[in-house]
């Protein structure tokens, strides 16, 4: 069960798969914030391909994907972690 809750959370976005920042952050129980300062206050422990933001049209394509949405609105674009 909770294998197949987190494969569904891996999407394809510009050819690689990912999970996105507020998945991970459920996942791990932070609040997205908290996950997103913490790999930008490390970022120079990550490779540079580690993460990237999505771009407007993929955050409005993606979001065409989902039946229900699991999570409020959102100010910020996502990031897509590899």
């Known amino acids: ?3 197949q809750r987190i494969q569904n959370k891996i999407y394809e976005i510009r050819g690689q798969k990912v999970m996105l ?3 991970l952050a459920e996942m791990y129980q932070v609040e997205t914030r908290v996950l997103n300062q913490a ?3 490390n970022i120079k422990r990550f490779p540079p391909d580690f993460m990237f933001q ?3 049209d993929e955050w409005e394509i ?3 994907q ?3 949405s699991s999570w409020g609105g959102t100010r910020k ?3 897509a972690f590899t």
């Open 66 to 68: 989902f039946v229900i």
């Open 21 to 23: 920042d507020f998945d």
């Open 77 to 79: 674009l996502p990031f």
């Open 1 to 3: 069960m909770e294998l």
């Open 62 to 64: 993606l979001k065409s």
């Open 39 to 41: 790999v930008k206050r």
């Open 54 to 56: 999505l771009t407007t």
